[in-house]
């Protein structure tokens, strides 16, 4: 049974940052990619980023905030996140795949794409 677990979560205000961590616990490198999901009240959970062997993916309003690495030595995907504003708040989910559609990270931002998913780590940013 393969687990994903969040952390890094909290409350800071804009323009902050944090980093959100996922531990997984087989390889990382064994997946197809990895990615970022977040769901804010109300709203329905959007792709934030996407990372496989070749590519990293981004949402257009994370671009040029937000970045994603994985560190395969320690199985943990990471999302760094700078200059946060009000609308990042949400709780941020990690998600990872076997399969083939996840490959090039070309089908990230559909949710079926993803075996494999955290349970989530909130994010709250204050104006």
């Known amino acids: 049974q393969v687990e994903l677990r969040e952390s890094g979560g909290g409350s800071v205000q804009s323009g902050g940052s944090l980093r959100l961590s996922c531990a997984a616990s087989?390889?990382?490198?064994?997946?197809?990619?990895m990615a970022w999901f977040r769901q804010a009240p109300g709203q329905e959970r959007e792709g934030v980023a996407c990372?496989?062997?070749?590519?990293?993916t981004y949402t257009g309003s994370v671009k040029g905030r937000f970045s994603i690495s994985q560190d395969n030595a320690k199985n943990t995907l990471f999302l760094q996140m700078n200059n946060l504003k009000p609308e990042d708040t949400a709780m941020y989910y990690c998600?990872?795949?076997?399969?083939?559609?996840?490959?090039?990270?070309?089908?990230?931002?559909?949710?079926?794409?993803?075996?494999?998913w955290g349970q989530g780590t909130q994010v709250t940013v204050s104006s």
């Open positions: 998600a990872a795949t076997s399969s083939e559609a996840g490959k090039g990270c070309w089908a990230w931002a559909v949710e079926a794409t993803y075996n494999y």
């Open positions: 087989a390889g990382t490198s064994s997946y197809s990619s």
């Open positions: 990372i496989d062997s070749d590519s990293r």
